[in-house]
Each structure stands twice: as structure tokens, then as C-alpha cells.
């Protein structure tokens, strides 16, 4: 009897030895293999979403070939009182932490209510003082413009070059 629960003793210490070793070998191998499955499910989230910014960006064709074009097409567009048009010459937001990503929808919410308060014409007329930004800019792919009032800036306009589209965007104003 002795010896038959000498051998179960070490039957078990190999056993658990074994599962041990098993689960080790699970944990480094399959757990990993999962971990890396996600990874690659998250390269594809990630590509998905990319490829939705550059079509986005791609179909946003409004917009001059000039940052002064741009500006222009943006103030008839607030004369005509056309609030649909003159959004369409602002960038998408891109932050994608926005509700709003790769939409307009501020834009339009802010030329509304400007246009309820009857100044589209007033906005106008003070951006078609615009001169360039003497200050100038840091990169090739931005512009500025800048409104003078009594030598003070009452109002600027930052542009961005869309090179999806190669239009030229405002960013904001």
C-alpha cells in the first residue's frame, strides 16, 4: 500500500507539473495569438477609418484654387444669403473625437443663426477687407488673412490647403 501511494504522490506532483507547464504554454501561445488578432482587427479599424477621412476629404472639392479664390467664392456666397454654399468652403472637422467628424454642422449652425440676425451682408462686407497675413505662415499648406479696423485686427481667417482635392479651405474664421 505503501508504495502504490508513493507512486499516486508522484503521479500527481508530474500532473500538476504538466498543467502548470500546460498552462504557461496556453498563456504564452494562444493568449498572445489573440492579443495579436485584435492588433490586427485594430489595423483594420484603424485603415477603415482612414480610408473614410481621405474620401471624405477627396469629395471636398469646394473651394479655389487660391487661398483668395476661396475667400472670395466664400463672401458671394454670404451676400447671395446662401448658408448651404458658403459652409461647403470650410474644412470637415477631423477631430475624431468630435460628434461632428467630417462634417460642417457647426458652420451651418453658426451662418444660420448669423443669417436669423440678419448679418451675412455685415460678415461680408468686413471680409472683403481681408488682406494677407503679414506675419505670414509656418508652412506651405496654410494661409492667413487678416482684417484691419483703426489699426487694431478685428477679424482673421485661417486657411488650409485640402491636397486630397487640391482646394483651398477655411479652417476658421
Known sequence: MKKSGVIIFILAIFFAVFVGFYVRWYQENYLAEQAARKGIFDIEKYRAAEREYVAAMTADTYGGKTPEETLQLFIDALKAGDIELAS??????????????????????????????????????????????????????????????????????????????????????
Do not use: H
Request: glycine fraction near 4%.
Open 88 to 173: 461647403k468652403y470650410f474644412a470637415l472637422e477631423t477631430n475624431t473625437q468630435d460628434p461632428d467628424y467630417l462634417t460642417r454642422n457647426k458652420i451651418v449652425k453658426a451662418l444660420q443663426e448669423e443669417k436669423q440676425k440678419g448679418r451675412l451682408q455685415y460678415i461680408a462686407d468686413i471680409l472683403s477687407r481681408a488682406i494677407p497675413d503679414p506675419t505670414g505662415s509656418l508652412y506651405e499648406s496654410d494661409y492667413g488673412f487678416v482684417v484691419y479696423e483703426k489699426e487694431k485686427i478685428i477679424a482673421e481667417i485661417n486657411m488650409e490647403f485640402n491636397k486630397e482635392s487640391s482646394v483651398w479651405k477655411i479652417q476658421s474664421l
